[in-house]
């Protein structure tokens, strides 16, 4: 069976969002939930970047990206 490279940092970047989402309404505070949070979010990002090195399409994204975010 052949998986996808990217797809597993995906889906656990997935898993790990939804759990920093559910974790709103606890006594955690909201530093730690959004770090939980932006973890979990990198990990969609870079697993979505590394299934999209296969199609050859990460070159352009990382120009839009760059163009995106003011980098002085």
């Known amino acids: ?3 996808k490279e990217g797809l597993i940092p ?19 505070p909201d530093s730690y939930r959004n770090g939980i ?4 979010l ?5 697993g979505s970047m590394g299934m ?6 990460q ?3 990382m120009r839009k990206v760059s163009k995106a975010v003011n980098f002085k």
Not at 37 to 40: A, C, E, L, P
Not at 42 to 46: D, E, S, Y
């Open 52 to 57: 999209m090195n296969e199609n050859g399409h």
């Open 10 to 28: 995906t889906v656990v970047g997935t898993c790990v969002t939804a759990t920093g989402m559910a974790l709103k309404n606890t006594n955690l």
């Open 1 to 3: 069976m052949h998986i």
């Open 42 to 46: 990198a990990h969609v990002f870079l």
């Open 59 to 61: 070159q352009e994204m």
């Open 37 to 40: 949070i932006g973890f979990g």
